[in-house]
Every structure is written in structure tokens, then in C-alpha cells.
């Protein structure tokens, strides 16, 4: 795939993991492919069950989090998925470490994929990381 949108999640904060929320809900919602790639602390807010409520690094974060107007990051990302041509993909070998398995993840998550393919895949594409 080229051409598209390619997002690199790693950062488990919410400022970063709004951002990039928002890109991944925008691009898609103009009709873009897009793929989220998550890895690292923002897999673990994807876990079924688990904690959607990330730590903030700053005052725009407080402001996001006592909003009730702000869509929450998470909500976005399945948004994304769920209405546009996002596929949200988690790391294989963060999953691995994490010992889950892909049952455990929300239903919109695609196969686990390795961060060597997905680059592969980003090649040509808008490659953006948080």
C-alpha cells in the first residue's frame, strides 16, 4: 500500500495518542487508507478489559481529559476503523512480551503485524509517529 497514511503508536500518553487518533479519524473520514501500527505503552489501551484513561503529559492534556466535548482517543481510533478504511494493527512482538493474544484485543484490530512489514507497506506513504 502507498499513498496512504501510516501511523506509528508507541507513546502510551494521551496528547500523543489524541493526535494521533485524530489523524488516523480525519484521514479516513476524507478517504484515505489508513494504518495505525501499535506497539509498545499505547497497545496496552486496546486490551479488552484494560485501562482507556492514558496519563497526561501537560496542561493540554488536563484540558482534554476534563472535557466531555473532546472524543476520547480510543473512541476515535475504532471510529476510524469501524466507519473509513483504517486497519488498526498491533506489534507481534509487543503482544509476545505482553502475552496476549489477538482474542484479547478490541474486535477492530486487525492481524498482528511486524514492524519490518508494515514499513514495507508505508513505503511512498505519509509515515507519521507518536
Known amino acids: 500500500m502507498s499513498n496512504g497514511i501510516f501511523i506509528i503508536c508507541t507513546s502510551g500518553t494521551r496528547e500523543k495518542l489524541q493526535m494521533a ?3 488516523a479519524a480525519v484521514g479516513a473520514a476524507s ?6 501500527f501499535f506497539s509498545m505503552n ?5 486490551i479488552k478489559g484494560g485501562s ?14 476534563n472535557n466531555e466535548g473532546v472524543p476520547r482517543f480510543k473512541d476515535l481510533f475504532l ?6 478504511d ?5 506489534c507481534s512482538m509487543a503482544m509476545d512480551l505482553m502475552e496476549v493474544s489477538e482474542s484479547d484485543l478490541d474486535a ?5 503485524t511486524g514492524l519490518t512489514r508494515f514499513l514495507s507497506d508505508a513505503e511512498g506513504g505519509q509515515l507519521y509517529t507518536f
Open 21 to 23: 487518533a485524530m489523524i
Open 31 to 36: 478517504g484515505s487508507a489508513v494504518s495505525v
Open 42 to 46: 499505547a497497545l496496552q489501551y486496546f
Open 52 to 65: 482507556t484513561d492514558a496519563p497526561v503529559e501537560g496542561e493540554f492534556g488536563s484540558l482534554m481529559a
Open 79 to 84: 471510529q476510524a476503523a469501524d466507519l473509513g
Open 86 to 90: 483504517a486497519a488498526l494493527l498491533p
Open 108 to 112: 477492530e484490530f486487525g492481524a498482528p
